[in-house]
């Protein structure tokens, strides 16, 4: 509600009938006749009755002034000037009248347009005022000490506050505790002469509901140029905020899911060349600082980019595409892409592709290894295969030789000959059902020497490490027996003992200990630990926490990554625990060791392993 000012101008009779107007002018007339009998007012007679005639000007229009000037000009000949009561007058008294006449003419002229002026200005108070009340922004005065002077329909609306029941309060009641001293810096601010635009905050309704407010306010001055008030405009814009948070938390949604699937969307300007993320994968992280397409394909793997460059001439064609390609990385790392992408116009009529990129790195060396450890698994079979088609003429061949050395009429030397043949076909024996012990197993855990386990290991190795002239030093313990499944064991040791020898230089050493011992975790648990120690280059510290996942490989092109996750697998079926540490400084004589804890209980292999194990 805002309030009204009254004045002279409010007291309008212009629009009056003619007898109202001319009536309230004999009236103004009969007054300033009236005023001028008392005794001081006799010796300036034209006094009263210049007031008359400005009050009938402003108030009953200017005909009814020129009506108040005739009747005060007869009533000053005819009561004041010499002779009085009488019409007739002299020279003086006609001048007299004459100035009266005249001045009286311009007080009309003046106190007319006045009112007219005093009019306008109350219509456009008016005016002013109908445009704040049916404002939809919330409108409302306050004094410099933040009394509420004013409050119209909108900030009813907003705060909930009747006009009646806020104005005289203080502003600080619309504020929520922790801004209250918010209110005294506007104020402040405002005696300053300041002029606060568009200022976000919160405010609080009369039911203390919170709604985010924009304020502007505005100092009011007096005709003087004082400050005397302030002028609020209050715009709700809570709803908008709500939809910003909702877009915030979308946006934050929609990368996150982007961000877990490792897929980005991209928007290619294809004029300007730009390329603009709206997601980053992180394997693609700062390979393109400047977002131009040409360094892009700058970073696209050589035998990739005629494939790439046809995908984008179909892109043109078609209006759509969709490639897998390679990206080479500062390190020399492959990033394997799935991009997909769509032709379309901007406002401007511009070319843009708006495309979707996945990182399938993962999935395609998943796919790799999953080849590879097929192509072991057939070469495993067949090997195994071979082995058994040889294993029966071997048998033939060596009894035929047992039987041959047994006639006394060779001379020393052939049946020294044959003792040697003897040697090797035995050796033949030996490496056949040591093929077939890495493809078939036992259908129930047995009780087992892990020394001799290892020593079985090592001799498949043996050429190896010849080659590679590395000194192998054994620890072996006796009785180092527990119930286990021997050809998955053997697996274990052979990807250790195998990791080793990749890892040692030459002339390198590999220490193995074999020996009974307790469960680090549980000292309770009692069985047999085995060690396998190598002066390698060292694993580091990055690699370590990730050496047993699967596909996880430090071996790069010649590893499959999955060693040591099913080494583990076999460890942890047994019950028991395998662990490594390791470090790459060049002072440790052992830089990287691997220990297997077996327990030695009957019931510590999981059940249900099955009966045929396949090589990995």
């Known amino acids: 509600?805002?309030?009204?000012?009254?004045?002279?101008?409010?007291?309008?009779?212009?629009?009056?009938?003619?007898?109202?107007?001319?009536?309230?002018?004999?009236?103004?007339?009969?007054?300033?006749?009236?005023?001028?009998?008392?005794?001081?007012?006799?010796?300036?007679?034209?006094?009263?009755?210049?007031?008359?005639?400005?009050?009938?000007?402003?108030?009953?229009?200017?005909?009814?002034?020129?009506?108040?000037?005739?009747?005060?000009?007869?009533?000053?000949?005819?009561?004041?000037?010499?002779?009085?009561?009488?019409?007739?007058?002299?020279?003086?008294?006609?001048?007299?009248?004459?100035?009266?006449?005249?001045?009286?003419?311009?007080?009309?002229?003046?106190?007319?347009?006045?009112?007219?002026?005093?009019?306008?200005?109350?219509?456009?108070?008016?005016?002013?005022?109908?445009?704040?009340?049916?404002?939809?922004?919330?409108?409302?005065?306050?004094?410099?000490?933040?009394?509420?002077?004013?409050?119209?329909?909108?900030?009813?609306?907003?705060?909930?506050y009747r006009p009646d029941e806020i104005i005289g309060k203080n502003v600080a009641m619309l504020a929520p505790p922790e801004r209250v001293t918010e209110i005294a810096g506007i104020l402040e601010r405002l005696r300053r002469g300041e002029r606060i635009a568009h200022f976000e905050t919160e405010r609080v309704t009369k039911n203390d509901r919170r709604v985010h407010v924009s304020l502007s306010i505005s100092p009011v001055f007096d005709e003087e140029g004082n400050i005397v008030e302030a002028a609020t405009i209050a715009r709700d814009f809570t709803e908008r905020k709500r939809a910003e948070e909702a877009l915030r938390l979308s946006e934050e949604r929609?990368?996150?899911?982007?961000?877990?699937?490792?897929?980005?969307?991209?928007?290619?300007?294809?004029?300007?060349?730009?390329?603009?993320?709206?997601?980053?994968?992180?394997?693609?992280?700062?390979?393109?600082?400047?977002?131009?397409?040409?360094?892009?394909m700058k970073l696209?793997?050589?035998?990739?980019?005629?494939?790439?460059?046809?995908?984008?001439?179909?892109?043109?064609?078609?209006?759509?595409?969709?490639?897998?390609?390679?990206?080479?990385?500062?390190?020399?790392?492959?990033?394997?892409?799935?991009?997909?992408?769509?032709?379309?116009?901007?406002e401007d009529g511009k070319s843009h592709c708006l495309g979707v990129a996945m990182d399938i790195t993962q999935r395609r060396r998943s796919e790799e290894v999953l080849r590879r450890a097929e192509k072991l698994a057939t070469a495993g079979q067949l090997g195994a295969t071979i082995a058994h088609e040889l294993n029966n003429p071997l048998e033939a061949v060596t009894n035929l030789i047992f039987l041959i050395r047994k006639n006394r009429s060779f001379d020393e030397k052939t049946r020294k000959q044959l003792e040697y043949v003897d040697q090797e076909l035995a050796r033949m024996a030996h490496m056949t059902r040591r093929t077939l012990g890495f493809y078939r197993d036992t259908s129930s855990p047995v009780h087992v020497d892990l020394a001799n386990l290892m020593e079985d290991v090592l001799a498949l190795y043996a050429r190896k490490l010849e080659t590679k002239r590395i000194v192998v030093e054994k620890e072996y313990q006796t009785h180092a027996e527990v119930a286990a499944f021997p050809g998955e064991i053997r697996k274990v040791f052979s990807n250790l003992i195998a990791n080793a020898i990749d890892a040692v230089s030459s002339g390198g050493h590999i220490t193995v200990r074999v020996r009974n011992a307790r469960d680090w975790g549980n000292p309770g648990h009692s069985g047999v630990r085995t060690t396998v120690a190598d002066s390698g280059y060292g694993i580091n510290s990055a690699d370590v926490s990730s050496i047993f996942d699967p596909f996880y490989t430090t071996k790069k092109d010649t590893g499959t990554g999955l060693g040591l996750w099913l080494s583990k697998d076999i460890v942890l079926k047994h019950g028991g625990s395998i662990s490594v540490r390791s470090s790459t400084q060049q002072r440790r004589n052992c830089r990287t060791v691997f220990s297997v804890f077996i327990p030695a209980q009957d019931t510590a292999v999981s059940e249900g392993v099955p009966q045929a194990r396949r090589m990995a």
Request: net charge neutral; glycine share 6%.
């Open 300 to 346: 696209v793997h050589p035998d990739d980019k005629p494939k790439l460059e046809a995908a984008i001439d179909r892109l043109f064609k078609e209006g759509s595409v969709e490639i897998e390609s390679r990206v080479v990385r500062p390190d020399g790392q492959f990033i394997w892409l799935s991009t997909w992408g769509k032709l379309y116009r901007d």
């Open 1 to 160: 509600m805002l309030p009204s000012r009254t004045s002279l101008s409010q007291l309008d009779l212009g629009r009056s009938r003619w007898y109202v107007r001319y009536g309230a002018a004999a009236a103004f007339t009969g007054l300033a006749l009236l005023l001028n009998n008392v005794r001081p007012a006799q010796s300036l007679p034209f006094l009263f009755f210049f007031a008359a005639v400005a009050l009938s000007a402003r108030i009953c229009g200017f005909g009814a002034a020129l009506f108040t000037t005739l009747l005060s000009a007869a009533a000053s000949d005819f009561f004041f000037l010499k002779p009085r009561f009488t019409f007739a007058h002299g020279h003086t008294s006609l001048l007299q009248l004459m100035l009266f006449g005249l001045v009286a003419l311009l007080i009309s002229s003046i106190a007319k347009q006045k009112s007219e002026i005093e009019k306008r200005e109350e219509e456009r108070r008016a005016q002013f005022a109908a445009a704040v009340e049916s404002s939809e922004d919330a409108f409302f005065n306050k004094s410099l000490d933040g009394t509420i002077l004013t409050w119209n329909r909108a900030a009813e609306r907003l705060y909930g």
């Open 254 to 296: 929609f990368r996150a899911a982007h961000a877990m699937a490792n897929v980005s969307a991209f928007d290619w300007n294809i004029e300007k060349g730009d390329v603009t993320w709206f997601t980053e994968l992180p394997a693609l992280r700062e390979l393109a600082p400047d977002g131009k397409f040409e360094t892009w």
